[in-house]
């Protein structure tokens, strides 16, 4: 391992932090398990954390955004998809910055993190103290939380459209017990072939939906009247506010990799890619089916049933596992270090200690079943603070001295204007998330979102199915009494 050499400025920027994989590998024999393991499981670059965050970043929204754009319309669904990845890729970068920062200071004191998991709300209690890290823990792990519901219930409501025998709620129970297997993952070094499979299963169905939707053309009468509605503007807002901030488990894939101070530009990369799949599908599917999109919130329940659709469902299915670990084992890390099983070499007993984790997401997944209005909701309430506001303060709180400043392991590129300019931006996104994001979104993403409990209730069985098919006719018949004999009693079926 590399040793952190901080004397001087020169060598500051140049510092590496934490070549610990390396160092837990040296002096082990290189046989074929060994490589295998490696190739497949053990991953740490900075090819793996663009997968990561590239993977992680779309999963199920791809399949609201359609739903989105009915609310936004065609120019507004396009310009917010732009401007939050924008906001998404500075406020990733801003927690990469402080991660960089809190780990280099803490192994100038000789902490070793070799099996340790860093996490966000350690950042911020390192170097903002405990009251920026209770903030911190809370909004970040309800948000994975209700991150984790939202990939149970978009399971349920994705293999309904293969398989109806079954409503939502049932596929919802099934699908919880598929997802608690994730509890044997231990950490983000073992993501390696999941991420990469994870993209090229939301490239497909990305491009599935953009190409079905031309080929479909558009629906007889299409209309595409958004912005109609503020509550609906604002909601499908905040579920764009909500598709890029995904980065709440940056500072986890950071910490996978060898040298963390390359993470600075992958997430712009990985959003530059997501949007290359985001909007081209989200146009394509609003254009051919307009308004109807206000009442299907799922893309896939518009078009017609091929193989390609069933291929596209059974991929997003699997990627939503994918997801669901990637939302849940930050959970598992907090809940490990709760109860003190963080750094126990057995992984039978980590696993074993984790279950508890995945009740709560279960239950919550069968009370609360509205793909769609939920995922504005959390965008509002909870995206909004843990992604976008709560490092933008954070940054300014600990850069804020000029000393701060001048010992900088990272400072602000030339192009953002340096420290005023980082200053600026920061301002800004604080000031328009909190106003937009939370308030007006929070505003109407509730509004929508009790609309939707006082139109379907809560535990609904099938949120959005179809409704069941009337009897054959003949049926209706058999029972009808013969209308000469009793006349003056018919009643149509």
Excluded at 292 to 319: C, E, G, Q, Y
Aim: hydrophobic share 45%; net charge positive; with cysteine.
């Amino acid at each position: 391992m590399t040793d952190i050499m901080a004397s001087d400025k020169a060598v500051v920027e140049t510092v590496i932090v934490g070549n610990y994989v390396e160092m837990e590998t040296e002096g082990k024999p290189k046989d074929v398990k060994t490589k295998l393991s490696k190739f497949f499981w053990h991953g740490g670059s900075a090819y793996d954390a663009w997968f990561s965050c590239a993977s992680n970043q779309v999963a199920q929204v791809l399949l609201t955004l359609p739903y989105s754009f009915s609310q936004l319309g065609m120019l507004s669904g396009i310009l917010f998809q732009l401007f939050y990845g924008l906001l998404g890729s500075w406020t990733a970068y801003l927690i990469s910055v402080l991660y960089v920062e809190y780990r280099t200071r803490k192994e100038r004191e000789k902490v070793d993190f070799r099996n340790h998991v860093i996490q966000w709300f350690e950042v911020l209690d390192g170097l903002l103290g405990k009251h920026w890290r209770n903030v911190g823990l809370a909004f970040n792990c309800t948000f994975l939380l209700f991150g984790s519901v939202i990939q149970l219930i978009a399971c349920a409501s994705n293999i309904y459209y293969i398989n109806d025998n079954l409503d939502k709620r049932t596929w919802t129970y099934i699908f919880g017990a598929c997802c608690a297997t994730t509890v044997f993952i231990p950490s983000f070094h073992n993501y390696r072939i999941w991420s990469f499979l994870g993209l090229v299963m939301t490239t497909y169905t990305a491009w599935y939906l953009t190409i079905a939707s031309l080929l479909h053309g558009q629906v007889e009468g299409v209309k595409h009247s958004g912005p109609a509605k503020l509550v609906l503007y604002f909601t499908g807002a905040t579920n764009i506010l909500y598709t890029f901030g995904g980065h709440a488990v940056t500072v986890e894939i950071m910490h996978a990799m060898w040298k963390p101070q390359k993470f600075k530009a992958i997430y712009l990369l990985a959003t530059l890619y997501v949007l290359t799949l985001t909007l081209p599908s989200a146009s394509a599917v609003y254009w051919a089916f307009g308004d109807l999109l206000l009442d299907h919130s799922n893309a896939f329940s518009l078009l017609p049933k091929s193989r390609f659709r069933d291929m596209a469902v059974i991929l997003m299915l699997i990627h939503q596992f994918i997801t669901f670990g990637f939302a849940c084992t930050p959970l598992y890390f907090v809940w490990e270090k709760a109860i003190g099983m963080h750094e126990c070499k057995s992984l039978c007993k980590r696993a074993a200690a984790r279950l508890p984790v995945v009740v709560p997401i279960w239950f919550l997944a069968i009370i609360f079943p509205f793909f769609g209005p939920i995922n504005s909701t959390v965008g509002s309430l909870l995206v909004s603070f843990t992604v976008y506001i709560i490092p933008a303060l954070a940054h300014i709180f600990t850069f804020k001295s000029a000393a701060a400043r001048e010992n900088a392991v990272d400072r602000p590129p030339k192009f953002v204007g340096r420290w005023v300019g980082a200053y600026t931006i920061n301002v800004f996104v604080v000031v328009w998330v909190f106003v937009v994001g939370f308030g007006f979104g929070g505003w109407a993403s509730v509004t929508n979102f009790v609309r939707q409990i006082d139109t379907f209730g809560l535990f609904t069985k099938c949120y959005q199915c179809p409704p069941p098919l009337p009897p054959p006719p003949h049926l209706l018949n058999a029972t009808a009494p013969p209308p000469f004999h009793h006349p003056s009693h018919h009643h149509s079926p």
